[in-house]
């Protein structure tokens, strides 16, 4: 079965510009989270969405805005980019069953800001 | 809020050595997650503990919780040079829609 898709990969921005990264989750995962992590740094979660609702937020910069759409897919909007910003960002799918359910990270989008 | 420990945090061992990895966290939670991440790449799910005193093995990893005492624990037996990489516990916070907080990672080397 198909794993979590990300899109794009790579992304090289400048300063002060706008990127969208896109998640695709596995088929029939309704719940869909974002996770930043620095260089050399762990995973901190940034937002989550459970059938197009968002469920929970973390440390999202308010620059950063996302979304799930009716296909259950996501994309996280960020705005006004900085330095900082440049991480690896993941996504992440579960399905919610029986309130047991493990999230599957999808390969990532390696952002780096200029 | 809700913290995780992981130590150590660099551990280098010789091959055919076995080593255990810690992790501590700081509030109630019976759903533990021990991943694995080599350099630039995904997260890849190894272990999921859903209860007190659930063990899980698979090949030369072995993990446990110990909810009451808010540990879990990655055991490596006669380690080989495959399994270097970055490990991450996380730790899903019931009240908080099921986000994961991470531990700071154990940073694997295996040396010939």
């Known amino acids: 079965a198909a794993g979590v898709i990300q899109s794009p990969r790579h992304l090289i921005k400048e300063k002060r510009e706008t990127a969208t990264l896109k998640c695709y989750p596995i088929s029939r995962h309704d719940t869909v989270y974002w996770y930043q992590q620095g260089p050399g740094q762990d995973p901190q979660f940034l937002i989550s969405f459970y059938e197009k609702m968002q469920s929970d937020k973390g440390s999202i910069p308010d620059r950063f805005s996302a979304q799930q759409f009716s296909d259950y897919h996501s994309e996280l909007n960020m705005s006004s980019l900085e330095l900082g910003d440049s991480a690896l960002y993941f996504c992440?799918?579960?399905?919610?069953?029986?309130?047991?359910?493990?999230?599957?990270f999808g390969p990532g989008t390696r952002l780096l800001v200029l | 809020e809700l913290k995780v420990e992981q130590n150590p945090l660099f551990l280098s061992m010789q091959e055919g050595k076995n080593y255990t990895i810690y992790c501590n966290y700081s509030t109630t939670s019976d759903r533990l997650y021990w991943y694995r991440q080599d350099p630039g790449k995904s997260l890849e799910s190894l272990f999921v503990?859903?209860?007190?005193?659930a063990v899980k093995q698979e090949g030369r990893l072995m993990a446990s919780l110990d909810t009451k005492a808010r540990l879990s624990t990655l055991h490596i037996t006669a380690a080989v040079h495959d399994l270097s990489a970055t490990y991450f516990c996380a730790v899903e916070e019931e009240t908080s829609g099921s986000r994961l907080t991470f531990g700071e990672g154990t940073q694997l080397t295996v040396n010939p």
């Open positions: 503990l859903l209860s007190n005193g």
């Open positions: 992440a799918s579960s399905r919610q069953v029986a309130g047991k359910e493990t999230q599957y």
